[in-house]
């Protein structure tokens, strides 16, 4: 019995190590899928002049599950207050901080042309290095949080034994 009991507490710590990992994560997945997104988008405005709505329509992946759909559902629904307004929403619902990174693009959508270009390249720039200095930082953290559950969970067999 008090193998098995050790056996689960460990499994505990395990689990709410992953699951602390998986969380912790989140945001890097969602930026990583929506910094590849972006180059599409610019990509598709600048050299086929794709319309926005067309571009929405085929996105797909988790960039499109966090970002595109829910843009293109909330033009859809609310479009009437314009599409800087639908994209500061949109991006106000993205884990923290990839709003503050996407949001300057609103005002330059409707635009289009050389400054939503720059625009875009700019974001794409400031996401891929917050994504290098997250993924670094997740990985120490990860190390510390590994570290506390392991010790953790030693130490309530060692009390429970």
């Known amino acids: 019995m008090r193998g098995l009991g050790a056996l689960l ?3 505990g710590a395990g689990y709410v190590c992953l699951q602390r990992r998986r969380e912790g994560l989140l945001p890097v997945r969602v ?7 972006l180059a599409v988008v610019d990509y598709q405005i ?7 709505p067309d571009i ?13 759909r829910p843009l293109l559902e909330r033009l859809q ?23 503050r990174y996407l949001a300057p693009l609103g005002p ?3 635009a289009g042309g050389g400054r939503l270009a ?22 120490s953290q990860g190390r510390v949080t590994a570290a506390l559950c392991l010790s953790g969970a030693c ?4 009390v429970l034994i």
Do not use: K, N, Y
């Open 118 to 139: 720059a625009a875009i390249e700019e974001t794409r720039e400031e996401l891929a290095g917050f994504l290098r200095a997250e993924a670094a930082r997740q990985a």
């Open 77 to 99: 629904s609310e479009g009437a207050r314009g599409l800087p307004w639908c994209w500061h929403e949109t991006v106000a619902a993205l884990p923290p901080p990839l709003g």
């Open 46 to 52: 600048r050299a086929c002049r794709t319309p926005l």
């Open 155 to 158: 130490l309530l067999i060692l």
């Open 56 to 68: 929405l329509e085929g996105a797909q992946g988790l960039g499109a599950d966090w970002l595109w």
């Open 9 to 11: 507490v460990l499994w």
């Open 31 to 37: 930026g990583r899928a929506i910094l590849e997104d």
């Open 108 to 110: 330059l959508l409707p």
